[in-house]
Structures are given as C-alpha cells and as structure tokens.
C-alpha cells in the first residue's frame, strides 16, 4: 500500500537559518503530493502541493519539488522565522485504481522549532 | 466563513461510554473525512463520505460510526469507548474529492478514555 516516511524530529533553528524536512513515498498509482503544516492549538492547513511529476509547490517562501526518479517530495526554506515553529505533515493522495476520492496518506509529521 | 468547526473540543469518557463529534463545514463541500492523530503516526483516516447519505471505511474504522444524514455534518460515534481511542480527532472537508483536492481541516477533538 501507499506510505509516506518523513525524517525523524525535532527539528531546531535558529532564525534565518536553512530549513530541509526530508520526504519520501511509495505509491502503486500516480500520486498527488502535499505539505501541510499545523501551527500549536489548530488544525492543519495546507502550505503546498505538486499534482505531476517535476511540479513545484510553493508558498510563504516553502517549497518542495516533485522528484518521481527519487520517489520524494522535501520541503524547503532558505531562511526560516519564529513564527514557523510548527509541525509539519507530507501526505500523497493516490489515484491507483481510479478515483481515490482525496484520500490523503500522511508521514507522521516533524516538528520544527525555531529559536530568535 | 466558519471553514469547519468541530464540536466538542475537548472530552474525557470512562471505558465503555459512548459519544459522539460533531463536525460542520459551511463551504458546500460534498466530500468529508475523519482522521484520527496519535504520536509519531501522522493522521490516519478512520471514515470518510462521498456525499450526502453515504460513508465508507478508511484505514481504521474498528470502533467508530459515522453518518452524513445532511450534507454540511458530518458525525463521528464511539459505541464504547476504549482507551486505545484516545487520540485528537480532526475533521476535513473537500469540494470535490479528487487527488488533487485541498483538504480542509476542523481545528481537532482532543479524546481521553480513562
């Protein structure tokens, strides 16, 4: 079945430093891919996605690029702030077998702190 | 907007008790999912619906019911609550449920059984 593993936290920074969280998938189909990030006391919301191979997602200064050789999907900032200590989550939604209806299968999410 | 509220927020049961979450997206959505969130597992989707009346089982659905009995709720039930159910629940929410869809998440149920 489809997995998603994601590199072991936490993570610490200081601000203004370089930010990589590794992600890797398998899939039988041709998956959609997905950050998304939960900020302390709610619930998550999407930070980006990437729907085809090579895509690249980005957004508040994130992005991530769909690498279909290298089955990945990391997720990266070049210089990270306070206000994104968060937990991060990569997710595929796979259309094998037809419609997947938007399921969504998560890694099991890192934790990012940033420190001033 | 509301996006999706989710209701209760936080709930002890004693083992064996039964309960029920709400969630309600104001956004038309017709597809809606129930995640279940522990540590070190990421989400992992319990039930899910395609519409209005209909619910199908995702990847963990021992112990929980759902109904879609109108299209902007969505409802999780415990029968008899186990302490192996104590986890944060989300709810999420999508237009039309494709892979490519955005899903919308509830800000979670915080669950203890004792």
């Known amino acids: 079945g489809d997995s998603v593993t994601q590199m072991e936290g936490p993570v610490t920074l200081s601000e203004e430093a370089f930010l990589t969280i590794n992600c890797t998938y398998t899939?039988?189909?041709?998956?959609?891919l997905f950050w998304y990030v939960q900020y302390p006391g709610e619930g998550l919301q999407l930070l980006l996605k990437?729907?085809?191979?090579?895509d690249k997602g980005s957004n508040k200064g994130f992005e991530a690029t769909y690498r279909k050789e290298t089955t990945s999907f990391h997720l990266e900032k070049g210089s990270v702030q306070v206000s994104d200590s968060a937990v991060y989550f990569c997710a595929l939604s796979d259309n094998a077998g037809g419609t997947s209806y938007g399921k969504l299968t998560f890694g099991q999410g890192t934790i990012l702190t940033v420190h001033p | 907007n509301a996006g999706v509220t989710q209701t209760p927020k936080f709930r002890v049961l004693k083992t064996g008790q039964s309960m029920t979450l709400l969630c309600a997206q104001d956004m038309n959505h017709e597809y809606m999912y129930w995640y279940r969130q522990d540590p070190g597992m990421g989400l992992r989707l319990i039930h899910y619906s395609v519409g209005e009346g209909t619910t199908a089982k995702g990847e963990v659905p021992d112990g929980y019911n759902v109904s879609r009995l109108k299209k902007q709720n969505f409802l999780l039930g415990l029968e008899s609550a186990a302490p192996s159910q104590t986890s944060v629940y989300f709810c999420?929410?999508?237009?039309?449920?494709?892979?490519?869809?955005?899903?919308?998440f509830g800000p979670g149920t915080r669950l203890t059984v004792l």
């Open positions: 990437a729907t085809k191979a090579d």
């Open positions: 999420a929410s999508s237009f039309l449920g494709g892979n490519t869809d955005t899903q919308y």
């Open positions: 899939a039988t189909g041709y998956p959609s």
